[in-house]
């Protein structure tokens, strides 16, 4: 998908993957929306009916690439939106790596908060837009609109702590654009 990418999935894996999605339309972009590390769990982890304004875009589908139960989280948008945010229960989203690989790999775009799986993704070489909090790791600078190591991440930031309305527009209309 991208020249800039250095780790690539197998085959196999990949293809594996892309059976699940027989049903779904074209376009897919994967979400991950949380993490359980002690460094700012809570300022980076951003609930899953936050998305709503993107999950409403109709052009897409959704993937799961969240780590963890989120059984609860995407029952609330199916019922709610009448969306369903697709997801492979047979996959251990934080130990097969390979096959996780294999899921990002069938992924147009990954929108998620500064995880592994933002990581895993860039390094592959599919586009990422990164959802920073207002205070993050020194490694997304201050100020800048993208990574300087990895050209497929795209940044979007709090302007305000706490507050995730405005990111999410952001995003919102770049996809649209």
Not at 59 to 75: C, N
Not at 105 to 124: E, G, H, S, W, Y
Not at 147 to 158: A, C, K, L
Not at 163 to 175: C, D, L, R
Request: aromatic fraction near 12%; hydrophobic fraction near 40%; include cysteine.
């Amino acid at each position: 998908k991208n020249q800039k990418s250095f780790l690539f999935p197998k085959i196999t894996k990949s293809r594996e993957i892309k059976n699940y999605f027989n049903n779904l339309k074209d376009k897919k972009i994967g979400l991950s929306w949380q993490t359980n590390s002690i460094n700012n769990k809570k300022g980076r982890s951003i609930p899953l009916k936050f998305f709503e304004p993107i999950l409403r875009i109709k052009k897409y589908s959704f993937i799961d690439l969240q780590y963890g139960d989120t059984k609860l989280e995407r029952s609330e948008i199916r019922k709610k939106l009448d969306i369903d945010i697709f997801h492979i229960d047979n996959l251990d989203y934080k130990n097969d790596i390979e096959r996780l690989m294999g899921l990002i790999a069938n992924c147009d775009l990954v929108i998620t908060i500064p995880n592994f799986t933002t990581q895993l993704a860039a390094a592959m070489g599919v586009p990422v837009f990164v959802l920073l909090p207002f205070s993050s790791d020194w490694r997304w600078f201050v100020e800048r609109k993208k990574s300087p190591w990895y050209p497929n991440i795209e940044i979007f930031r709090q302007k305000k702590f706490g507050k995730w309305k405005q990111v999410i527009t952001e995003v919102h209309n770049k996809i649209l654009n």
